[in-house]
């Protein structure tokens, strides 16, 4: 009986740990979004995080209005954050990483919000080249 219980403890530890890596740890995609920064503040009740917004600009026009779309994402590195700030109203390409779940000190939860569900966070600003908008 020892045995069995056991074993039926240590499955259900390894299952509660795959499911809490799988949808909170493990990436889910990562790529690179590039459009105007519109707005960037800290905010949060207990954890404080930098949440951010992006307008990407449709029809792979730069400068146009038409079929444009929100990015919402989440910074959790303060350098990075540092120079978000000083990019408000210009033209930026970010990379981020998107997870499955929410962890409430990653960011905020922008499910409602962007076209693709889960947790986006940016790790890395690069560079735009011929940014002639």
Same mark, same amino acid.
């Given at each position: 009986?020892?045995?069995?219980?056991?074993?039926?403890?240590?499955?259900?530890?390894?299952?509660?740990?795959? =499911?809490? #890596?799988?949808?909170?740890?493990? $990436?889910?995609?990562?790529? &690179?979004? !590039?459009?105007v920064l519109q *707005?960037?503040? +800290?905010?949060?009740?207990?954890?404080?995080?930098?949440?951010?917004?992006?307008?990407?600009?449709?029809?792979?026009?730069?400068?146009?209005?038409?079929?444009?779309? =929100?990015? #919402?994402?989440?910074?959790?590195? $303060?350098?990075?954050?540092? &120079?978000? !700030?000083?990019?408000?109203? *210009?033209?930026? +390409?970010?990379?981020?990483?998107?997870?499955?779940?929410?962890?409430?000190?990653?960011?905020?939860?922008?499910n409602k919000q962007?076209?693709?569900?889960?947790?986006?966070?940016?790790?890395?600003?690069?560079?735009?080249?011929?940014?002639?908008?």
């Amino acid at each position: 009986m020892r045995k069995v219980t056991f074993i039926s403890i240590l499955v259900i530890l390894l299952l509660g740990t795959g =499911y809490v #890596y799988w949808f909170y740890y493990n $990436p889910y995609s990562e790529g &690179s979004r !590039e459009g105007v920064l519109q *707005k960037f503040s +800290r905010k949060g009740n207990v954890f404080k995080t930098y949440e951010g917004e992006m307008i990407q600009l449709g029809f792979g026009q730069r400068g146009a209005a038409i079929n444009s779309q =929100y990015y #919402y994402f989440s910074v959790d590195d $303060p350098q990075i954050a540092d &120079s978000l !700030e000083n990019c408000l109203g *210009k033209i930026v +390409r970010l990379h981020y990483i998107q997870y499955r779940k929410t962890l409430p000190w990653r960011g905020e939860n922008y499910n409602k919000q962007n076209a693709e569900k889960g947790q986006y966070v940016v790790d890395r600003i690069e560079k735009v080249e011929n940014a002639i908008y």
